[in-house]
């Protein structure tokens, strides 16, 4: 279940944090597949010690969005998946994964 | 925390005493096959606990210690927090479509916690604080509690300490400075060969007579005089061979059942949390029961997302997958799956405050969820046996799958559309006949006590006389 092994270097750190998935409406790992595909280093707020990412990937399997973004302040960067929607904004689930890498992406400057 | 393997190495060092089919159980019984399933499901109470993806409901923080740990030995604090553990047996149910076991002894923590604050501020005692002595025990070292209080009960008809045979309840038979010594059994006892200590609380409301049966305390699974005999389930011998046949060969069908006797087993004074104290037993019981009832919303909740899936999986190999009548059996079995998930969160969102601080559930919102649970999960079966075709009822042995004479004729004749293997088609059936058999049914039933239970509750929590009270003067009637 974890996603995938990333040999990354540092500075594309993205932290993710999951909602807990009772009922998820979409696959809630893609998103963070595709970051990882590109080259990020997946980071885990309040596991992994050396999370210094700027950019924090929110993942919630459904709109009720159980984990919010007010739990996790100090990134400069912060992208919120609740369902098929992206930062307020319908997004489908198909489109997720392109869409949370253009955003990251454009957070550093690529 | 311990993952699924630490787990697993944790119950190896323990010298458990599990008979089965005949014979002791040699080594350790969660290498045993009949027993296997039901340790992986609880392992995965470990392992997502260490997942990215599920740690935000297999976790929290201890209010004791200020420590991350298993949610499973966590006192509940918030309303949210009890809201969380429905979530949280959702998607355990949902990735083993089973019963994971360590509900059970969780909910009697959790009872255990806020009554003996009650026995404490009222009769000066100490147990309270030994209670919380013993979580903080549990939760550094994250080990699996079974729930252990139904007795065997005897003559339904009388009180404990009228049975002709004294042991049918678990009682005290001995005091000395150091401890208690107990007897009797537990029936019923979920995961318990595969946890490391039980939490013994009384079975039942008690009076003055029976006061040598109102015993709560902490007991090791493997303490002297502690045996297990571990309960038959239905096809438990498809586990001694084969794969297919089991229909979910992981993680098996519900806890894994053990009557457990205790033949004077001495318990020291640390671990004893009401000694005689008879008036609370019914308060204990009563907060163990709407805790635990408040559950199965949330496991059968994931177990029926499950067999929803299974039985479209069905009709789709069936090829039957777009008829209209088909899709509204799917929308039915929907409809009561999340009627029980509503109203598990619904009796959690009410939880209130108990003095100790800890959250407890709405009693008689929990009591309704357990109630409809009875009678939602048969009927969910009924759809999942309808959509699936009596075939779930006649395939052929796993053997004669495999075998060159008959294995070319099963694949022909057993297909059902032309893209679908056969095997799969057969793999289909057997999830969804492990999973409406009659263990995973009886369980739904008498699971957190028989129907007859909830009602006893649904009277007493029901605020009748208000509700007369409403009739009467929309009737005009004055009184």
């Known amino acids: ?110 | 925390m311990m993952d699924g393997q630490q787990y697993l190495e944790s119950l190896r060092r323990l010298k458990t005493e599990v008979y089965y089919a005949g014979e002791r159980i040699e080594g350790c019984a969660a290498d045993h096959p009949t027993v296997q399933p039901h340790v992986r499901s609880a392992a995965m109470t470990y392992e997502l606990a260490h997942s990215p993806e599920f740690e935000d409901l297999l976790t929290a923080t201890s209010h004791l210690t200020g420590q991350r740990i298993n949610r499973f030995t966590h006192i509940h604090q918030s309303p949210a927090d009890l809201a969380k553990k429905v979530k949280m047996l959702r998607a355990l149910a949902q990735q083993t479509g089973s019963c994971f076991q360590r509900c059970v002894g969780f909910d009697a923590l959790n009872a255990a916690y806020t009554v003996t604050h009650e026995m404490d501020r009222d009769n000066g005692t100490n147990y309270h604080q030994r209670i919380k002595d013993f979580l903080c025990y549990i939760q550094e070292n994250d080990f699996m509690v079974a729930g252990s209080m139904t007795d065997p009960k005897g003559d339904r008809g009388l009180r404990p300490s009228q049975q002709a045979d004294p042991d049918l309840y678990t009682r005290l038979v001995g005091k000395s400075q150091d401890g208690i010594l107990i007897r009797g059994a537990k029936a019923h006892q979920t995961g318990i060969v595969n946890s490391h200590w039980m939490l013994i609380l009384p079975t039942a409301a008690l009076s003055e007579e029976d006061a040598d049966y109102a015993v709560a305390c902490a007991v090791p699974v493997d303490a002297p005089g502690v045996i297990h005999i571990f309960g038959r389930q239905t096809n438990d011998e498809r586990r001694l061979s084969g794969v297919i046949d089991q229909g979910n060969e992981r993680y098996s069908v519900v806890g894994g059942e053990a009557l457990t006797i205790l033949e004077d087993v001495f318990v020291p004074w640390e671990r004893v949390f009401m000694c005689g104290e008879y008036k609370y037993a019914g308060a204990l019981v009563e907060r163990f029961a709407s805790y635990h009832r408040q559950n199965y919303g949330g496991c059968k909740g994931g177990v029926s997302d499950v067999l929803i899936g299974a039985a479209a999986a069905a009709a789709e190999f069936n090829g039957v997958i777009k008829a209209s009548h088909i899709r509204d059996k799917l929308a039915e079995m929907t409809l009561l799956a999340e009627t029980l998930f509503s109203g598990s969160l619904a009796c959690s969102w009410e939880g209130r405050a108990t003095p100790s601080g800890a959250c407890y559930v709405d009693p008689l919102l929990a009591n309704v969820v357990k109630h409809n649970c009875t009678r939602m999960i048969y009927e969910i079966a009924r759809l999942a046996h309808d959509l699936a075709g009596g075939i779930v009822a006649t395939l052929p042995h796993e053997k004669d799958l495999k075998s060159p004479k008959t294995g070319p004729l099963i694949e022909k004749y057993l297909k059902g559309t032309s893209q679908v293997p056969t095997e799969h088609r057969i793999r289909i059936m057997r999830l969804i006949e492990n999973m409406t058999s009659c263990t995973a049914l009886a369980e739904s039933m008498h699971g957190a006590g028989s129907p007859q239970a909830q009602r006893v509750m649904l009277i007493r929590q029901g605020n009748l006389e208000r509700k007369k009270q409403l009739a009467l003067r929309l009737a005009g009637i004055s009184q």
């Open chain 1, 1 to 110: 279940m974890k996603s995938g092994v990333l040999t990354l270097q540092a500075g594309k750190r993205a932290a993710v944090k999951y909602c807990g998935g009772c009922n998820p409406r979409i696959d809630r790992e893609n998103p963070a597949r595709a970051l990882a595909r590109a080259g990020a280093l997946l980071v885990y707020p309040g596991r992994d010690a050396e999370d210094k990412a700027d950019f924090i990937l929110i993942i919630n399997g459904c709109e009720t969005g159980c984990v919010s973004p007010e739990e996790y302040p100090g990134y400069r960067h912060t992208l919120v998946v609740r369902g098929e929607s992206l930062n307020g904004r319908h997004c489908p689930e198909s489109d997720l994964p392109e869409q949370v890498l253009d955003a990251w992406l454009k957070t550093r400057g690529d």
